[in-house]
């Protein structure tokens, strides 16, 4: 699809950081594989990785949050481009504050790293049993696993939620989860049955 191209090529130029190309083949294969059909997305951006995750079958319904009005201007161009308002919802609102309604199978996580706890607390509730909760950006451009090369004390602070986020998943015990080098590295929870 040619709009996907275009996508790449503004996200580029303008330093739109979408997903990797591993990251987003990754992604969709996952989709694919595991018959999801209805995924939440907390950081539009653009819509490069809503339309990506669209486009895998034709029964997908995503519903995207993106607090930037410039991306969300640009996601909603780029959306009837593609020609999938019908199957993505775009909302314009901080994800904290947003309320969706319905249940997924899938909640991808990819806004601002230091509020991920915050997201998935916020969500979780809303993903049905044996679904998954993917997020992106783990290693944070390998400041995680070497945070002696930081030197500003902002990026220091968000390398220590992301650590902390990594233990919260560690410990969940509703979950299970796998951490995935691939891309900026994603984690997969999926949801485990009540009272297993
Ligand atoms: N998923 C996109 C990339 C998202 S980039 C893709 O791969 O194509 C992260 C986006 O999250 C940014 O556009 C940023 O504005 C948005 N964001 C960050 N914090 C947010 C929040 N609290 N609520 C909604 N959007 C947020
Ligand atoms: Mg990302």
Request: proline share 1%; with cysteine; glycine share 6%.
């Amino acid at each position: 699809m040619d709009i996907i191209k275009e996508m790449e090529a503004y996200a580029k130029q303008y330093n739109v950081p979408i997903m990797e190309s591993e990251g987003i083949e990754f992604l969709c294969n996952f989709i694919r594989k595991h018959h999801i059909k209805r995924i939440l997305e907390v950081g539009t951006a653009i819509g490069y990785s809503a339309i990506c995750m669209a486009t895998v079958d034709e029964n997908i319904e995503v519903v995207s949050i993106e607090r930037d009005t410039e991306r969300y201007h640009c996601a909603v161009e780029n959306v009837n481009a593609a020609k999938l308002q019908k199957r993505i919802t775009l909302c314009h609102e901080d994800a904290l504050k947003c309320e969706v309604t319905g249940s997924f199978d899938l909640i991808f996580i990819d806004a601002a790293k230091a509020q991920y706890l915050k997201f998935f607390q916020r969500y979780e509730k809303q993903l049905n049993i044996g679904g998954w909760i993917v997020s992106d950006n783990l290693q944070f451009h390998g400041f995680v696993e070497h945070p002696e090369i930081i030197r500003s004390r902002h990026l220091r602070q968000m390398v220590r939620k992301i650590k902390n986020y990594i233990e919260f998943l560690k410990n969940n015990g509703n979950y299970d989860t796998e951490f995935v080098n691939i891309g900026d590295g994603v984690a997969i929870s999926r949801k485990k049955a009540e009272n297993l």
